[in-house]
C-alpha cells in the first residue's frame, strides 16, 4: 500500500500524521508515502525539523519536484537529507512497492515568483520521458498535469491559462498510463480519458490517497492542522527581540 501525497510546502510533520492515519485505518504497514512535489525543500526548515527536532519519517518518503523547492540548492539539500527522503529525477522510472511509476517534476512556468529557475518543465524532461517504452510505465506521477484534462483554474488565477503543462497529451498518447497522479493545483479532481485516469491531490494537510496492490485508488480526506512555518517563526522571533 502506498500513500500518495499533494504538496507538503514544508510542513513535514504532516507526513508522519497522514501515515499514521494511514495506517490506523487500513490495519497495515504502508509500504512508502510518495509526495507529488512542492515538498518544500529549502535549506531552514530542513534543518528545523530533521537536524534540530531530530524528526523522521516513520515510513520510506519519495518525492518528486514541484515548483516550491530551493533549486538553488537542490542537489546539495537531495544529498544531505538523503537517509530522510529519496528524489525521484524528472524521466526515470522507479519500482515502488512492486509497481512502475514513472516521475516528472516541475512545473509550467506561471511567473518569476512561483516559476524558480530550474523549476519548468523543459523539452529535454519530456524527451527523456518519452525514451521509455508504454509497458515499462504503470503509472505516471507529475507536480502539475498534463494540459487539457479539465483541471479548472483557481478562482483569479484564469491569467495564469489553461491548467497543465502543453506537451502532457502527448504523454498519455505514449504510455497510455492506467492512472495518472499529480498536485499543484491544491484540489481534489478526477477524470478518465480513454483507459487513463487522472488524480488531483489538495495540499497533504487536507488528505491522501491510498493505491493498492492491485492498482486500486482510494481518497481519503483527513484535514491535520498546519504548524507555523518557519518563516513565520522567524518574522516573530525578530520582532520579539
Ligand atoms: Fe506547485
Known amino acids: 500500500m502506498i500513500l500518495i501525497s499533494g504538496?507538503?510546502?514544508?510542513q513535514y510533520q504532516v507526513i508522519n500524521e497522514?501515515?499514521?492515519?494511514?495506517?490506523?485505518?487500513t490495519g497495515r504497514a504502508l509500504d512508502a508515502v510518495i509526495v507529488l512535489g512542492d515538498f518544500g525543500l529549502y535549506e531552514q526548515p530542513l534543518r528545523q525539523y530533521f537536524d534540530k527536532e531530530g524528526g523522521h519519517f516513520l515510513r520510506k518518503v519519495y518525492f518528486i519536484d514541484g515548483n516550491h523547492e530551493e533549486y538553488a540548492q537542490f542537489d546539495h539539500l537531495v544529498e544531505k537529507y538523503r537517509h530522510q527522503l529519496i528524489h525521484l529525477p524528472r524521466g526515470q522510472i522507479t519500482k515502488i512497492?512492486?509497481?512502475r511509476f514513472l516521475s516528472l517534476g516541475g512545473a509550467r512556468y506561471m511567473d518569476a515568483l512561483n516559476s524558480p529557475s530550474g523549476s519548468e518543465i523543459k523539452e529535454c524532461d519530456i524527451a527523456r520521458c518519452l525514451a521509455h517504452k508504454a509497458d515499462e510505465v504503470d503509472f505516471i506521477i507529475t507536480h502539475d498535469c498534463p494540459a487539457g484534462i479539465g483541471v479548472p483554474n483557481a478562482p483569479g488565477f484564469e491569467f495564469y491559462g489553461i491548467p497543465g503543462f502543453e506537451r502532457g497529451p502527448e504523454l498519455i498518447e505514449h504510455f497510455k498510463p492506467k492512472k495518472w497522479f499529480f498536485a499543484h493545483y491544491h484540489r481534489w479532481f478526477s477524470s478518465k480519458n480513454g483507459e487513463s485516469e487522472f488524480y488531483g491531490l489538495p495540499e497533504s494537510w487536507k488528505g491522501f490517497g491510498l493505491l493498492d496492490e492491485?492498482?486500486?485508488?482510494?481518497?481519503?480526506?483527513?484535514?491535520?492542522?498546519k504548524q507555523e512555518d518557519w518563516l513565520q517563526k522567524f518574522i516573530k522571533k525578530l520582532f520579539s527581540l
Open 7 to 10: 504538496d507538503v510546502h514544508s
Open 214 to 225: 492491485n492498482g486500486n485508488y482510494e481518497v481519503v480526506e483527513h484535514p491535520v492542522a
Open 97 to 99: 512497492a512492486q509497481r
Open 18 to 25: 497522514q501515515i499514521h492515519f494511514a495506517e490506523e485505518k
